[in-house]
């Protein structure tokens, strides 16, 4: 039973932080890449961030602009993504997802296990 779960969502106001956490299986966490995406409200899924198995090499969605830094703790199995200077547009449900492969990908299908996912909530 692979497991994905997000963690570390909340309100926050304008130019505040958050970290979120992703927690993986054992089994499969430290050997894939692990990408993260969100959902705005009425909006279609973006590309936030990803990693590869061994966290040395990052990708970000356009919109992240520098604010964002995702990394990984393969010896607990969890991923994480700090977000700095937070703005309005950024809230959305965060979800994490387990890539098919050792390497992230801005593709969704790229992805075979996913989280129940996070609200992140900036109020202006």
């Known amino acids: 039973q692979v497991q994905v779960v997000e963690s570390g969502g909340g309100l926050v106001e304008t130019g505040d932080s958050l970290r979120l956490s992703c927690a993986t299986s054992?089994?499969?966490?430290?050997?894939?890449?692990v990408g993260w995406f969100r959902r705005a409200p009425g909006a279609e899924r973006e590309f936030v961030a990803a990693?590869?198995?061994?966290?040395?090499?990052?990708i970000y969605g356009d919109s992240i602009q520098g604010r964002f830094t995702i990394s990984r703790d393969n010896a607990m199995n969890t991923v994480y993504l700090q977000m700095n200077d937070l703005k309005p547009e950024d809230t959305a449900v965060y979800y994490c997802?387990?890539?098919?492969?050792?390497?992230?990908?801005?593709?969704?299908?790229?992805?075979?296990?996913w989280g129940q996912g996070t609200q992140v909530t900036v109020s202006s």
């Open positions: 054992r089994r499969t966490g430290s050997n894939n890449g």
């Open positions: 990693i590869n198995w061994r966290g040395d090499s990052t």
């Open positions: 997802a387990i890539a098919r492969s050792a390497y992230g990908s801005r593709t969704p299908s790229q992805y075979s296990y």
